[in-house]
């Protein structure tokens, strides 16, 4: 419970965070050393939602199995 209590506190932030961005903010750029390239803020966030949908996908898999 405690891990999924930091999960939304740190998505808490990140809604602060992403409201407090203008429009303009979205298209600068950063590197991504996993990536090994530039991305946008607009890019990031696709993958950081890919990404977070992907660990869910796990979990529920999990859990489901421990129901089986």
Do not use: G
Not at 19 to 34: C, I, N, V, W
């Amino acid at each position: 419970m405690v891990s999924l209590n930091l999960l939304d506190a740190l998505h808490f932030r990140w809604v602060l965070f992403l409201k407090s961005l203008k429009a303009d903010d979205f298209k600068r750029t950063f590197y991504h050393p996993q990536q090994k390239r530039e991305l946008n803020i607009n890019e990031a966030l696709a993958l950081y939602s890919w990404h977070c949908q992907h660990h869910l996908a796990h979990i529920t898999s999990l859990k489901n199995k421990k129901n089986w």
